[in-house]
């Protein structure tokens, strides 16, 4: 049994999808009753809360390995139920942040305090550090309901983007098969694509005259306040205008991992067409 936290977000919710594709007895945290509808058949839901280790007892059994996020208020005692209830492997979904060890970014921080804890627990870990996900792109579906005009941060950051569905692939493949133990994988698209790219590339996948415009570091800052923490918004900004992370560079891991090339922005634009139609 392979327990998925996150089992309803981006590379959660493609790994669930994988793993009961493959027959493999699948069991998927959630945290209402209602998301129950949102699994695929073969998988079997289970309602927790990561915040809430002694919720996820019943969950744990009979669990070989554990797809994890980071970030979690309890997570040393989470780890000690996963011990107790026999669990071998952890895959952690971590950061393209956490190489550089920069516990003064609050993005990074929790993503190396969540490594550092689990390196600590005793049990098998395989680490994913992922670039930004293609899916972000779905953040422009408001925009693109109002006109032919994407705007976006960061306009002159190319960043090779990943598909979660890749992500989820080699999570699987650490999960389920032997030699991931003790790797530390940094995941990348097949190439580094400007904003402004990836929208000419979606316009011409859905047949639309798409423009793109790029905010200002001042708008962006505005913008981003309004949504998230402050802590947060400085770390996106010492990420992506310092350049304190380098996710432009294109990484082999997915290749050498599952033996074929990471999927591409087009490929990914061209499988999610009908979302932005």
């Known amino acids: 049994m392979i ?11 493609e790994l669930v999808k994988a793993l009961a ?11 209402r009753e209602e998301d129950r509808g949102r699994l695929p ?8 809360d990561l915040n809430r280790p002694e ?9 070989l390995g554990v797809h994890l996020l980071a970030g979690y208020d309890n997570l040393p005692g989470l780890l000690r139920e996963m011990s107790s209830a026999g669990v071998k492997r952890v895959v952690l979904q971590s950061s393209s ?5 920069d516990t003064s970014n609050a993005v990074a921080r929790y993503h190396i305090e969540s490594e550092a804890a689990i390196r600590a627990s005793g049990l098998a870990w395989t680490f994913l550090q992922p670039n930004a996900f ?4 779905l953040r422009w579906l408001p925009q693109l309901r109002e006109g032919e005009v994407v705007r976006e ?44 790219e990836r929208v000419a590339i979606l316009g011409r996948v859905i047949g639309r005259d798409l423009r793109f415009e790029g905010y200002t570091n001042e708008e962006a800052r505005a913008l981003m306040e309004a949504d998230m923490p402050i802590e947060y918004v400085d770390a996106f900004f010492d990420f992506y205008v310092n350049g ?26 061209t499988s999610h067409a009908d979302e932005f139609r």
Do not use: C, K
């Open 41 to 48: 058949s073969g998988a079997e839901g289970y309602v927790g």
């Open 21 to 31: 594709a493959a027959g493999v007895p699948v069991r998927a945290l959630i945290r």
């Open 153 to 196: 941060t960061f306009p002159d950051v190319p960043i090779s983007v990943i598909d979660p569905a890749d992500i989820a692939a080699v999570s699987m493949a650490a999960l389920t098969s032997d030699g991931h133990a003790g790797r530390s994988y940094r995941l990348s698209g097949p190439e580094a694509l400007l904003p402004a």
């Open 97 to 101: 942040a956490a190489p550089g060890g």
């Open 134 to 137: 293609m899916s972000n792109a």
């Open 3 to 13: 327990f998925v936290t996150g089992a309803t977000g981006n590379v959660g919710g």
């Open 244 to 269: 304190s992370i380098d996710e432009t560079s294109v990484h082999p891991t997915v290749e050498l991992v599952l033996g074929r090339p990471p999927v591409s922005f087009e490929q990914w634009a």
């Open 55 to 63: 919720t996820l007892v019943d969950g744990l059994a009979g669990v």
